[in-house]
């Protein structure tokens, strides 16, 4: 992404203003819908302060699995609220997780220009757990995505005991990595697919996604083994008209042309147990550009809708859910 279009992604997806804090939404009977700001679950998480959005629909009978969403670059967990909540509607303990999430670290001024292949996994690695992996930047283990998992479940379980949060962390306090799903947008969509290189994720379900080396080839992570043995665990999702050819790249790295061939969404409604979706439909907002198509697949304010105003991809989303 250019500098121009990151600047126009910031200013619709409202990333930078500070005084934009999202209002904990009134819940609907038996439903828990709630901002958790990740410094109430850990004193020690400093940086990327914006809420974790928790949903949990208390009248479906629960699947016992947790989805976890990331948001894209510089977003937040409340521009994603519409998917993270059809996961909840279908008995998924569902989180939008908030992480450390700078654009630039990503784009053509870092990890898309330089000459290690193995730059982007770095970055991944260091958000993932803060290890000190790359000087591009600079994530606490406190900071990390598994720190904020871990007390975000914490947290929950402290405060709601009677909604069963706590199953999800082991013995030792640790993610039940075996009854999650990774779910994320753009460089979020990346971290998912990177921790099944990590983790026996339930599934990880890959939002417009992308990581390119300065050589234009797909990072050096995609290659490495999925912990469970396969890439069965790993779908894909994005606009025709959103960088397509890179992305079916991306794939074809991953092998997930082993579970069919990529499918056009928009006219059917069996989709033959493929793995890689497609729509062309015209997104919700600036519907001819390069961010609009980009953000269709995920973003509220960019998703496609019916004439009830639900959201067009709810089929496909509950498609990538489905375990």
């Given amino acids: 992404m250019n500098v121009n279009l990151l600047l126009v992604a910031l200013l619709l997806l409202g990333c930078g203003k500070k005084d934009d804090i ?35 629909n208390r009248t479906i009978t629960p699947l016992k699995k947790l989805l976890v969403f990331l948001p894209g670059a510089s977003a937040r967990s409340a521009n994603y609220k519409l998917f993270v909540e059809t996961a909840g509607n279908m008995g998924y303990h569902a989180l939008g997780l908030m992480y450390p999430n700078p654009a ?30 790359t000087p591009i930047i600079d994530i606490t283990a406190a900071n990390s995505i598994l720190n904020r998992l871990t007390k975000l479940l914490v947290y929950l379980a402290r405060t709601y005991p009677d909604d069963a949060w706590g199953q999800y962390l082991d013995a030792a306090g640790q993610p039940v990595w075996a009854n999650i799903v990774m779910a994320g947008h753009s460089q979020g969509a990346g971290h998912s697919g990177f921790m099944t290189r990590k983790y026996p994720l339930a599934r990880a379900i890959l939002l417009a996604n992308k990581d390119f080396t300065g050589t234009n080839q797909p ?44 499918l056009n969404v928009d006219n059917v409604t069996d989709y033959v147990g493929s793995h890689t979706l497609t729509s062309s439909k015209a997104p919700a907002s600036i519907p001819n550009s ?34």
């Fill in 104 to 133: 630039e670290a990503y784009n053509t001024g870092a990890c898309g220009s330089s000459s290690d292949a193995d730059c982007f996994g770095k970055l991944r690695q260091e958000t993932l757990d803060g290890t000190d992996q």
């Fill in 290 to 323: 390069t961010l609009g198509f980009h953000s269709s697949v995920a973003v509220d304010r960019f998703t496609p809708r019916n004439a009830d105003n639900s959201p067009a991809f709810a089929a496909v989303w509950t498609y990538l859910l489905k375990l």
């Fill in 22 to 56: 999202p209002a904990t939404p009134t819940p609907a009977p038996g439903k828990l819908m709630t901002f958790v700001a990740p410094a109430m679950t850990d004193a020690a998480i400093k940086t990327y302060p914006d809420s974790h959005y928790v949903y949990l």
């Fill in 219 to 262: 990072a050096a992570w995609y290659a490495l083994p999925n912990v469970t043995g396969s890439n069965a665990n790993v779908y894909g999702f994005t606009h025709i008209q959103d960088e397509f050819a890179d992305q079916q790249a991306v794939w074809k790295a991953l092998k997930l042309d082993a579970y069919g061939a990529v």
